[in-house]
């Protein structure tokens, strides 16, 4: 069963930018598509970003050109670099991996991350 576990996370300044990862374990990530989201205090989870297993990105409005998702399969980890980082940012972010590529919908993903706090000060 595959394991995810995320890191990175903190606190940084509107403007700022951060790097969270996600390393998984217990399997190969080279067949899943895998994706990032993120859940606010009293909101919905909501999807930012997704990567194929081809390579083919996904990006929420919200952070597109802001934000770049990316994969290394001989580290068998997924990367989420944030820049120019707004308070409506602030989150904890979780990783996730599916099936489907370039899902947005938290359903349908089959494993998931604790989530790593991200929290930007304005």
């Known amino acids: 069963q595959l394991h995810l576990v995320e890191s990175g996370g903190g606190l940084v300044q509107a403007g700022g930018s951060l790097r969270v990862s996600c390393a998984a374990s217990?399997?190969?990530?080279?067949?899943?598509?895998m994706a990032w989201f993120r859940q606010a205090p009293g909101k919905e989870r909501e999807f930012v970003a997704a990567?194929?297993?081809?390579?083919?990105?996904a990006y929420a409005d919200s952070v597109k050109g802001r934000f770049i998702i990316s994969r290394d399969y001989a580290k068998s980890t997924l990367y989420l670099q944030m820049n120019s980082l707004k308070p409506e940012d602030t989150a904890v972010y979780y990783c996730a991996t599916g099936l489907v590529a370039g899902a947005t919908l938290a359903r349908l993903y089959d494993y998931w991350g604790q989530g790593t706090q991200v929290t930007v000060s304005s």
């Open positions: 217990g399997g190969s990530i080279s067949t899943y598509a």
């Open positions: 990567i194929s297993w081809s390579g083919n990105t």
